[in-house]
């Protein structure tokens, strides 16, 4: 089994996570780690986890305290963190109800034109 | 479609021939033929023709049979004039030179092959009536042919043709047919029949023949106008065109022209219409077009009714067809002809017979109404005799006159109802054995006087036969009288003889006389009702002609004959023969041997008549006349004694009870005249308060009388205590034993038939009125006869109360008669709260007392002075003669020693069963105790075994068995009954209310104690007993003690045999022996860990069962073993079994399934030597067999190869290997055994392996167990899935995989695995968090996949709370969630051990 892989990329203020294995307790602090990271000059970050086969609890929680982080980090004004889920991402987000403080793309780019749209 | 004739006929150019002729053979169709252009056929010109097809048509054209011929690559055809006339039809000239297939296109389908037949393989065919429907008449027309197809040759040999000879056979084999259904139609004509059976059963033929009638109607007219349906053939009912009526009025719309049939006409009708609907076609592709309707026509009437016959659209409907359909409806007509003149035979039958009864009733009636007015003319009648016995001759003379017609009237009157009931079968006859001789002699007796009175001789041959004839009295007296009154009758000299012989099985009674005989020609006659000889001489012209009819009736009552012989002026003699035995009669009539009864007053009408006949003594006319001096009057009939003058028991009180007032009048003169009280009440209402009011002595009552009637008023006074017991004298006008019996079933003490003589009547009440008061009397004889009684005698009231006991009661039970009545329960009876068996024992033996007629029964009582005793009672429910009331009548003894010697015999056995049934020395320790409890009743048996050194071990039947916990008291008490001798019985040994006794146990002494409480002593018999049974219990002991050793080796053999017991996952086992108490047999399963993860499979069973066959087995399965492990192929492994089996002596003829499992593909091989196939039930509830690869049982062809079979195994399908016990059973075929296994394993498919493998065990058990060893082996694909990991989170992913690898063998959906994966990795990921902090920190998996549901447990040694986790452990919380989203059921539980999560989903 692959090792969780997480490549981080800025481009036009924008950066992109791209995580590639599974996530559980034995990854998910590094996928905060990560997160935080990215979160951290402000720019809005967009989540790539179509190459994620397998999450659980404690992913979904590593992506939830990231943002709290975001919206504590900057004066209230969260930085946006847009997720690009595999199936088994997403079945697990929709269950958490998270779509409502984490939204959904069906992939990068129409994550990118969500930004640029705002 | 073929062209027009003319088309082909303008086709043709005629062109000379060359060289000879070859059509010359036949000038019209030569000439047809030579018109061909042969130049454009594959033939050629005519010229260029071969020899060989030259000849061919040369022969063809000269033949008178029917034949045509095929040549050349396009089978060019050629037929003769023959051929043309019958076949071809219409093709002709058409036909000629066209391609075969073309001229014969519609059947081409039929004949084509077999031409090719022919031409590829130049042999003949013969077709013998070809059904081939041929269009040569403008339709396709249903023909038959014979034909031969033979090969054609040219000049080198090759088939290049092929020759047609063919017989059409049409018209033979439809007429055969038809010719079948008109001979079906008129089979078994015998069998009479109603209308609707001949209908049925002719429609049952016409139904089978579907060809001609493809179906048919046949309507019925019905009295009221229209017709109804009676029976179709070939069409449903309710069919459009079969409509279950049709209106009178024949409608324009009605189906079937209803009203032209009823006149009789014929009628074709096209089959067409909406309201005929789609017509069923009986054999043919297509239904009929038309129908041929017919009236079924009714000699010198209207038809009955008419027949739709649908035709048969392929045969035109020609003379011969109509002429069938005809015949058919004419069938049709004679069978309703002869079915209503049966019926009417019948209805005429039964009027005639209706006619008989109602004579017969009529006869019965006028005769029962000429008794009662007789019986008023006869009484007075007497009455006056007597007293105008001194009155003058004439007076005298006529009072004689009117006496002896009365007589005579009676006797008539009798006759006629004998006759009456015989024809009614009324007869009520009683057949006795009797000494015929004797009594026909006593008999002819009577007669003698009369016989000599006018000068005849008598002589009376009467010899005692060897054996009893069972004759009824009354018949037989009327049988001898009447022929001894004939004889008298017409015998003027001479003599009249009498005789009785012994024949072959039978007694012979003659009867012959000297008189003037009967010409032959009447003798046939003699026994004709109502015939009388003309112009015979004879004393005396009376006589109604029945008497001699009435004989013979009677004789043959009795089984017997009669004959008579007779010659006119010699003599006649009749000759009747009885059968002897009594199997001849209806065994019900039959009665013992009575007395030598008198004869009865039947003699007397005969006797009297007779003595009319005879010359007058004006000296004795008296005599002559029936007075008391007559000798014929000798005859005990009491009619012509006078009335007793003064009677000691006179007077008595007597009620007469009769509608008729004459009667009453008459009735109460006579009895007031012999001195009688006399009170009269007209009905029996009347009756029945009068007897209230005040009892009379006697009530004398008719039994025909308005509102409550003779029979019913006897009824009601035996119901009432206060009248039960007065006399009743039925007076009927209705003679006959019948009545009489029923008379006296109703209570009647005596029964009188009108008419009756006064003396008859005054005798009677005088016997009744001296019977009740002679009862008094008895009474004092039955008490002294009872008490001289030697077995003990009581008698009981209906309420079960004892009124009367004897001495010998007294001595048994103490209790005296001063103590009378003994009302239940009685003081004997043992108390319910000392001995509560005992006492509802006796209550329900005492109410059986009550509720039976009869009976006996054993029950325990108690003596006055307190000891048990056992008594035999014999009981019978009577009727008290005196109150009519229902007693209880018993006799009983003391059968006290013979109930404890059968009391002991049976807790012996009862003992011996539980000890030689256990199958361990505790088993038959505990079973002995609850025996001895059971038997006493005790509330508790102890029994303490004192091995060496440790503390006594004790065995109890209740709870508490535990020897520290007993009383100080207790335990010294069994410690000194240790020390006592053995097998002696001490009470109170342990205190009160106890009994023991000491006994050897293999494993020391034992002190055996019975707790049987206060309530009841402890005899010296249950002394006896308990020492009997504590010598058989250490006996038992001992025996059971052995086994148990014996089971230890056993078992330790076992152990050795079977090896470890340690499963691979995935496989559940059963073993079963059936020999007990050994735990191994000639059945064994295995499995064997092979390389590559396989596991080799092994069940097998050997010949044979118990330790024997455990050898062998053992043999095997180690060989078997090592075997797998060398070469792990199923096939090889048997067969080098075979080799090994060969050298182990009774290893022959075992069967084995030996099977190689990879369970990570999911396959099996296997090979089986003769063993029951497995079975396999897969997920959607199928099974499936796995019945290859099966070759002989071991060592029975060793060196014979073996078939080897590889099965998939489907994910969550479950494998049953099995040995035969299992499924076999006595009587039930073997197939019927597995298919039962297999449903029981499609039905528990979504059981858990154990679970099934129990259920298996359960529901194929026989009722009474296993009769033979079981093995039973189970695997389901795949198998579980179990884990133990450290409870680190990078444990997490190679779980994860294990567990996603395991859920795709499962072949569930991407889904499922998905939210299983989920769940699962919540449960494990806190299972992790929690079992990290522990020092036990493993963390075990286990999956398991059900037919439809797969299950998960996650268990780890920590502990977490759920489902509301404490603040700051949400994420736990958050699992839960996930958890109980991803799956069905989340159950968590948690202890100080650690915490399990057991989570399931269905599989979708």
């Given amino acids: ?118 | 479609m073929p062209p027009t004739p003319d088309a082909a006929a303008g086709r043709g150019r005629p062109r000379p021939a060359g060289g000879l002729d070859p059509f010359a053979a036949d000038g019209e169709i030569g000439r047809d033929l030579a018109a061909v252009d042969w130049a454009a056929t594959p033939l050629g010109p005519t010229a260029g023709w071969p020899q060989s097809l030259r000849t061919a048509v040369s022969i063809l054209l000269s033949s008178r049979f029917p034949m045509w011929l095929a040549w050349g690559p396009e089978l060019t055809f050629f037929c003769n004039a023959a051929y043309r006339r019958d076949t071809l039809g219409r093709k002709y000239p058409w036909a000629l030179g066209r391609p075969a297939g073309e001229v014969w296109a519609e059947i081409w389908a039929d004949i084509g092959p077999r031409i090719d037949t022919v031409l590829s393989t130049a042999e003949s065919t013969w077709d013998e009536a070809l059904l081939l429907f041929l269009e040569r008449s403008g339709y396709p027309e249903e023909t038959y042919h014979t034909f031969s197809y033979s090969p054609l040759r040219d000049e080198d040999g090759a088939v290049v043709g092929m020759l047609c000879v063919v017989s059409e056979d049409t018209v033979r084999v439809i007429g055969e047919r038809r010719m079948a259904t008109l001979r079906d139609l008129g089979s078994d004509p015998s069998v009479v029949r109603t209308e609707q059976e001949t209908l049925d059963f002719a429609g049952r033929q016409l139904g089978r023949n579907l060809r001609d009638l493809p179906f048919t109607l046949t309507y019925l007219f019905e009295e009221g106008g229209g017709a109804r349906l009676a029976q179709a053939s070939g069409i449903a009912a309710g069919h459009p065109a079969a409509p279950a009526a049709i209106a009178e009025d024949g409608a324009a719309d009605a189906v079937w022209p209803a009203q032209a049939l009823h006149r009789g006409e014929t009628a074709l009708l096209e089959l067409r219409g909406e309201l005929i609907g789609e017509l069923p076609r009986g054999d043919w592709s297509q239904p009929p077009a038309q129908a041929l309707v017919l009236p079924l026509l009714r000699q010198g009437g209207t038809p009955y009714g008419f027949l739709v016959a649908a035709l048969n659209r392929y045969r035109p409907l020609d003379e011969a067809y109509r002429g069938f359909v005809e015949l058919t409806a004419g069938h049709l007509a004679a069978g309703m002809a002869i079915a209503r003149s049966y019926a009417m035979q019948q209805r005429r039958a039964e009027e005639l017979a209706e006619l008989d009864r109602a004579k017969t009733t009529f006869f019965s009636n006028i005769s029962h109404e000429f008794r009662t007015p007789l019986t008023l003319i006869m009484g007075p009648l007497e009455e006056l005799r007597g007293r105008l016995a001194g009155a003058d001759a004439r007076t005298r003379a006529e009072l004689e006159a009117v006496h002896r017609n009365g007589i005579r009237l009676g006797k008539l009157v009798n006759t006629l109802l004998d006759f009456a009931r015989i024809e009614a079968g009324r007869m009520r006859a009683s057949y006795q054995p009797v000494d015929l001789s004797a009594v026909t002699a006593e008999l002819a007796g009577v007669f003698r006087s009369a016989v000599e009175r006018a000068g005849l001789g008598f002589e009376v041959d009467c010899p005692a036969l060897a054996e009893p004839v069972h004759v009824d009295r009354d018949m037989w007296e009327k049988v001898v009288l009447n022929l001894l009154s004939n004889a008298l009758k017409f015998t003027f000299e001479g003599s009249i003889r009498v005789a009785v012989r012994a024949g072959p099985g039978e007694a012979v009674v003659t009867v012959a006389d000297t008189g003037i005989g009967v010409p032959e020609s009447e003798s046939p006659l003699l026994f004709e009702r109502f015939h009388r000889i003309e112009n015979a001489r004879s004393r005396s012209n009376e006589g109604s002609g029945i008497g001699l009819a009435l004989v013979k009736e009677l004789v043959e009552l009795h089984g017997g004959t009669i004959a008579a012989a007779s010659r006119e002026n010699v003599g006649t003699t009749f000759t009747v023969r009885l059968p002897l035995g009594d199997a001849h009669l209806p065994q019900d009539a039959l009665v013992a041997a009575g007395g030598a009864a008198a004869i009865s007053a039947t003699a007397e009408p005969f006797i009297q008549e007779a003595s009319r006949w005879l010359p007058t003594d004006p000296s004795d006319d008296q005599d002559a006349a029936g007075g008391p001096g007559d000798e014929a009057q000798r005859v005990p009939t009491g009619g012509q004694q006078a009335p007793p003058g003064a009677d000691r028991t006179l007077p008595a009180k007597i009620l007469v009870a009769d509608d008729n007032a004459d009667m009453r009048a008459y009735l109460t003169r006579l009895l007031r005249g012999a001195g009688h009280d006399v009170a009269v009440v007209n009905d029996g209402v009347y009756a029945l308060e009068a007897a209230r009011a005040q009892a009379p002595d006697l009530i004398v009552s008719d039994v025909m009388m308005p509102r409550l009637n003779g029979l019913d008023l006897v009824a009601a006074l035996r119901e009432d205590a206060r009248t039960s017991s007065i006399p009743v004298l039925l007076l009927s006008a209705r003679a006959g034993q019948e009545d009489s019996i029923e008379g006296f079933e109703a209570g009647a003490d005596d029964y009188l038939v009108k008419p009756f003589s006064a003396a008859e009547l005054l005798a009677r009440v005088r016997a009744n009125v001296e019977l009740v008061r002679l009862r008094t009397h008895h009474l004092r004889w039955r008490t002294a006869l009872v008490d001289s009684l030697q077995e003990a005698f009581f008698v009981c009231d209906q309420d079960g109360a004892v009124v009367e006991i004897n001495a010998a009661f007294t001595d048994i039970l103490g209790y005296g008669p001063e103590g009378l009545p003994y009302p239940a329960p009685q003081p004997w009876w043992p108390k319910a709260e000392l001995d509560r068996a005992a006492h509802e024992r006796l209550s329900e033996a005492f109410s059986n007392l009550l509720e039976q007629d009869r009976g006996m029964i054993t029950v325990p009582v108690v003596h006055r002075e307190g000891h048990r005793l056992w008594i035999s009672a014999a009981f019978n429910q009577v009727q008290d003669p005196d109150t009519g009331r229902r007693v209880i009548v018993g006799t009983c003894r003391d059968v006290t020693a013979e109930r404890y010697a059968i009391q002991r015999e049976s807790a012996v056995a009862a003992l011996s069963l539980r000890l030689s049934g256990a199958a361990s020395l505790d088993e038959a320790m505990n079973g002995a105790l609850e025996v001895l409890r059971s038997l006493w009743g005790a509330e508790q048996v102890l029994a303490a075994v004192f091995a060496d050194g440790a503390a006594p071990a004790l065995t109890a039947t209740g709870p508490d068995a535990d020897w520290d916990r007993l009383s100080d008291s207790r335990q010294a008490a069994l410690n000194a009954l240790r020390e006592g001798p053995l097998l002696a019985p001490a009470t109170h040994a342990a205190g009160p209310g106890g009994v023991g006794v000491a006994l050897e146990h293999p494993r020391g002494p034992m002190a055996l104690w019975l707790d049987i409480g206060n309530r009841r002593r402890f005899t010296d018999q249950d002394l006896t007993l308990l020492s009997l049974l504590a010598g058989h219990l250490a006996q038992g002991l001992a025996r059971a003690h052995q086994i148990d050793r014996e089971r230890e080796t056993a078992l330790a053999l076992q152990r050795a045999i079977l090896g470890p017991s340690r499963l691979p996952a995935g496989f559940a086992v059963r073993y079963e022996p059936a020999a007990r108490p050994l735990e191994v047999g000639g059945d064994w399963y295995d499995t064997v860990a092979l390389s590559g993860g396989r596991i080799g499979i092994v069940v097998g069973d050997c010949v044979g069962r118990g330790l024997e066959a455990a050898t062998v087995m053992g043999q095997l399965r180690s060989a078997c073993r090592a075997l797998l492990l060398q070469d792990p192929r199923p096939d090889q492994v048997l067969l080098a079994l075979d080799h090994f089996a060969e050298g182990v002596s009774g290893a022959m003829c075992t069967t084995v399934f030996c099977g190689v499992l990879d369970p990570v593909a999911g396959r099996l091989a296997y090979s089986s030597a003769g063993h029951l196939p497995g079975i396999l039930a897969l997920p959607d509830g199928t099974t499936q067999l796995l019945d290859r690869a099966l070759a002989l049982p071991l060592a029975v062809r060793p060196g014979a190869p073996r078939p080897c079979e590889e099965r998939d195994l489907p994910a969550r399908s479950t494998l049953l290997l099995y040995t035969d016990g299992l499924v076999e059973r006595r009587r039930v075929v073997l197939t019927d055994g597995i298919a039962r296994a297999a449903e029981v394993m499609a039905q528990q498919r979504g059981a858990a392996l154990e679970d099934l493998a129990a259920q298996l065990m359960n529901r194929l058990a026989p009722a009474d167990g296993y009769e033979d060893d079981v093995a039973l082996l189970l695997y389901r694909q795949p198998a579980p899935l179990a884990i133990t990991f450290t409870a680190e989170a990078g444990q997490l992913a190679p779980v994860r995989g294990a567990l996603r690898g395991w859920l795709e063998k499962c072949d569930v959906p991407v889904e499922l695995v998905q939210k299983v994966l989920v769940a699962v990795g919540e449960a494990c990921t806190n299972a992790i968090e929690h079992g990290r902090r522990r020092a036990d920190d493993t963390v075990r998996l286990r999956a398991e996949a059900l037919v439809d549901q797969i299950n998960v447990t996650v268990v780890d040694a920590g502990q977490w709370k759920a489902p509301v986790p404490p603040v700051g452990s949400r994420r736990r919380g958050h699992g839960l969630m996930v958890m109980r989203a991803m799956m069905d059921d989340v159950a968590i539980t948690s202890s100080a051990a650690g915490t399990t999560v057991a989570m399931r989903t269905r599989i979708r």
């Fill in chain 1, 1 to 118: 089994m692959p090792p969780l892989s997480i490549t981080s990329r800025t481009q036009e203020d924008t950066v992109t996570l791209t995580v590639t294995g599974e996530i559980d307790l034995g990854n998910a602090e590094s996928l905060y780690k990560a997160l935080a990271e990215a979160l951290g000059p402000g720019a809005p970050v967009v989540v790539d986890l179509t190459a994620v086969g397998f999450i659980d609890s404690r992913g979904l929680s590593a992506l939830v305290r990231a943002r709290h982080e975001a919206v504590r980090a900057v004066d209230a004004v969260p930085v946006p963190i847009l997720l690009v889920p595999s199936d088994p991402v997403a079945r697990l987000l929709e269950l958490a109800g998270t779509d409502t403080i984490l939204p959904v793309y069906p992939d990068q780019a129409a994550a990118r034109a969500a930004l640029t749209g705002a």
